[in-house]
């Protein structure tokens, strides 16, 4: 069994794993960049090194620093939780020469499901349906226009190693593609290292649907049922729940056993996720994607099985804790992500300092936090401040128990999303569970919504004696984020 893990991530993942180790006996280390000295996740582990200076590349994606950090320290295992280094082929390869466990599947299966193309490739093979499209990469506009005239407009560009909705670009007709293609490539070029793009078929209003598998060293895999992701801005989620209104028991085993199958096809190891697209009754692969999962919590919330500690007794070589026909869907769970930007000002980032925190509590809530009162949410990485998951007896307890933790859930010196998710909580497509991928874009009333709740009641936040955002500091944490997200891409 592991003993001692390096956690290679920061923020409310970072603690969500020394969370696991701790209720495991596992031994925690964490790494972190001088923007994250005073972080939670640096506080909670057992040991906590500086790993480098506040940009990624200089830290947390630092390969060779991470190692030895944990030569070091005497870790026998890696987890890298999501982004940053978690789908990385080189680092599993690193960690496999050195002889630390990378918790993850093998560097050879994070290849080949990082290329999106090989993937959708790989996939066909196993007979698993993918969303109708190219199986290499465009050449150039040539082959770019035969390409597309064949599967037929809308068409999407895909960057084939990327990730996170990055360079995704749709395109309507033949005329507005030389230029999308230009711009999709140079986004994919700055900012994944290879300008390949792929070309889908853009399927209209579809749900995203993915489910969560777990696969051991011994070749047993299950799956713990699906998470229904459509709430997304920009291709990016921020609402997640389970299971999805849509899918009957029969569909849900049927798609289960396709994504069980897809991860035995590639001899998967370690916990994963089979993502779809579901569009008028068909459902069509889009990827793997090779980590734990940011809205792993919901599927948690509804099976109760613990999807880190899983990966961890996997990654030593223990069989699954549970059988398939052990894994029960009990209840609704919903998450909403929350993140330090202004809904009402184009979501545009808002990092500071926590002036003022009191999280939700009560029956049915869970918050995955990587903040206290007083600590900095800092400009150069994902703004999100905590992860809120609430779980009800049906989808109908969820939303009220969600509308109540929101009004209670305080967070002050910072804007944060929050009333953007009480907007969505009460919107009647939303409730009705009718959701498709451009929710959002689609439902353009949700900005009077919000101002109109704004204008409505007080909430906690209003009515306890916490101080107010500061505007001053607030411009001045905007100007950064936004000059550091300038930088990046
Ligand atoms: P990434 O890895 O960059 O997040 P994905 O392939 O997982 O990209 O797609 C992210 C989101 O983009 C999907 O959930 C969906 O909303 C949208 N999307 C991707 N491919 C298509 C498609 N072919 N048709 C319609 N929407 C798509």
């Given at each position: 069994m592991i003993k001692k893990i390096l956690i290679a991530n920061r923020g409310e993942i970072a603690v969500r794993v020394m969370r696991a180790c701790r209720e495991m006996g596992i031994a925690s280390v964490a790494v972190f960049s001088d923007a994250?000295?005073?972080?939670?996740?640096?506080?909670?582990?057992?040991?906590s090194h500086r790993i480098g200076p506040a940009a990624a590349s200089q830290s947390y994606l630092n390969i060779s620093a991470i190692i030895e950090r944990a030569r070091q320290s005497g870790c026998d295992a890696i987890h890298p939780g999501y982004g940053f280094l978690a789908e990385n082929p080189e680092f599993a390869s690193a960690c496999e020469r050195e002889g630390i466990r990378f918790i993850g599947p093998s560097s050879r299966v994070l290849r080949l499901m990082g290329d999106k193309v090989a993937a959708r490739r790989e996939m066909q093979k196993a007979g698993i349906p993918v969303v109708p499209g190219a199986n290499e990469c465009a050449a150039g506009y040539e082959q770019a226009r035969e390409i597309a005239l064949e599967i037929g407009y809308p068409i999407i560009l895909k960057p084939s190693g990327g990730g996170g909705g990055i360079g995704m670009t749709i395109v309507e007709t033949e005329e507005a593609l030389a230029q999308a293609l230009e711009h999709a490539q140079a986004i994919a070029g700055t900012t994944f290292g290879i300008r390949d793009v792929y070309i889908e078929k853009y399927l209209s209003n579809p749900r995203h649907i993915e489910f969560q598998v777990l696969a051991d060293s011994k070749g047993n895999v299950i799956h713990l049922g699906e998470r229904e992701c459509s709430i997304q801005r920009r291709h990016q989620k921020l609402i997640e729940e389970s299971p999805s209104t849509v899918l009957t028991s029969e569909l849900r085993a049927k798609m289960g056993r396709i994504a069980t199958e897809a991860a035995g096809w590639v001899k998967y190891e370690g916990a994963g996720t089979v993502e779809f697209l579901f569009s008028e009754g068909e459902f069509y692969f889009l990827e793997v994607n090779a980590r734990v999962q940011v809205e792993h919590p919901v599927t948690e919330m509804v099976t109760g099985i613990d999807i880190v500690k899983e990966q961890i007794r996997i990654a030593s070589g223990l069989p699954l804790g549970c059988r398939q026909e052990d894994v029960l869907i009990c209840g609704s769970a919903i998450e909403c992500r929350i993140n330090a930007e202004d809904p009402l000002n184009d979501f545009v980032p808002t990092p500071g300092k926590i002036n003022g925190h009191r999280p939700p509590g009560g029956a049915g809530i869970r918050v995955d936090s990587g903040i206290y009162e007083s600590s900095t949410i800092p400009p150069f990485y994902d703004p999100m401040i905590s992860k809120l998951i609430v779980w009800g007896r049906d989808r109908n307890e969820a939303i009220e128990r969600m509308r109540r933790a929101l009004f209670e859930y305080v967070i002050g010196g910072v804007k944060s999303n929050i009333l953007f998710h009480r907007a969505v909580m009460e919107n009647e497509r939303f409730i009705k569970g009718d959701l498709d991928t451009l929710f959002i874009e689609s439902e353009t009333?949700?900005?009077?919504?919000?101002?109109?709740?704004?204008?409505?009641?007080?909430?906690?936040?209003?009515?306890?004696?916490?101080?107010?955002?500061?505007k001053k500091k607030v411009a001045a944490a905007v100007a950064a984020a936004l000059a550091y997200s300038r930088e990046k891409v």
């Open positions: 994250d000295k005073d972080a939670l996740f640096t506080k909670y582990a057992d040991e009333a949700l900005i009077d919504d919000m101002k109109r709740i704004a204008g409505r009641e007080e909430t906690l936040q209003q009515k306890l004696p916490c101080r107010s955002v500061d």
